[in-house]
């Protein structure tokens, strides 16, 4: 089952604007972290954040969290066509089995 | 350093049949997890090893099983093979067992399965 929900499941931006995508999920949460995945390809770590954390940045990345509207969101600044791909958000579950559970996802897709 | 490398990239295979997918972890990591991927949705948690000790097992039928070697590398077996297995394998290993400490996970780029 899928833990995370990530809004919009597909965001087409012009190179240069920021991407905002969103992440909710059900139950309490240890972190969340955010991949990427270029085309059918393996997914890339990005950023964690833990649940006693509210906001990180990682270059032109920025991930904020909100445990108690259970979300999280990923801003990618100044958005670069390498930035195209999809982006995931995975939760691990607090006191509960040792595994990470991803959403679905958003495609993001960048204009030239 | 090499990263987590899998094989076969691609494979085709009839329904019933049995694969066998193949992973190598990152030189040190003990851990290594299997997600499948269907087209469109997240990675699903198949199984993790650790130490060559089966650690957790996702939501996933028998005919699903996997090995971890003295080496650290891991096999996935699929058996009896259905359409619906038909998805991108992917091996993650990681230096800790904890894969929800959040220590980093590192994936490789997977093995596309075709049942048909």
């Known amino acids: 089952s899928q833990q995370g929900e990530e809004d919009p499941q597909a965001l087409s931006i012009q190179e240069g604007e920021n991407a905002t995508m969103n992440c909710s999920y059900k139950?309490?949460?240890?972190?969340l972290q955010w991949y990427r995945q270029n085309s059918g390809r393996g997914l890339v770590h990005l950023i964690l954040?833990?649940?006693?954390?509210r906001e990180k940045h990682s270059g032109r990345l920025r991930v904020t969290l909100d445990t108690s509207k259970k979300s999280s969101s990923l801003l990618i600044t100044a958005s670069r066509a390498a930035d195209t791909a999809s982006y995931f958000c995975?939760?691990?579950?607090?006191?509960?089995?040792?595994?990470?559970?991803f959403g679905k996802g958003t495609r993001l897709h960048i204009l030239p | 350093d090499a990263g987590v490398t899998q094989s076969p990239t691609h494979l085709i295979k009839t329904r019933g049949q049995q694969v066998t997918l193949r992973c190598s972890p990152i030189?040190?990591?003990?851990?290594v997890s299997w997600y499948q991927q269907v087209l469109g949705q997240g990675p699903q948690f198949i199984f993790q090893?650790?130490?060559?000790?089966?650690?957790g097992r996702g939501n996933f039928p028998d005919r699903f099983s996997a090995r971890q070697f003295p080496n650290y590398s891991s096999e996935l077996n699929v058996n009896a093979l259905l359409l619906g297995d038909s998805a991108l394998y992917l091996c993650?290993?990681?230096?800790?067992?904890?894969?929800?400490?959040?220590?980093?996970?590192?994936f490789g780029e997977g093995s596309w399965l075709t049942v048909v």
């Open positions: 030189s040190g990591h003990k851990s």
């Open positions: 954040i833990r649940s006693n954390e």
């Open positions: 995975a939760t691990a579950r607090l006191n509960r089995d040792d595994k990470i559970i």
């Open positions: 090893y650790y130490e060559k000790e089966e650690r």
């Open positions: 993650a290993s990681s230096l800790e067992v904890s894969l929800v400490s959040g220590n980093t996970i590192y």
């Open positions: 139950t309490s949460i240890n972190n």
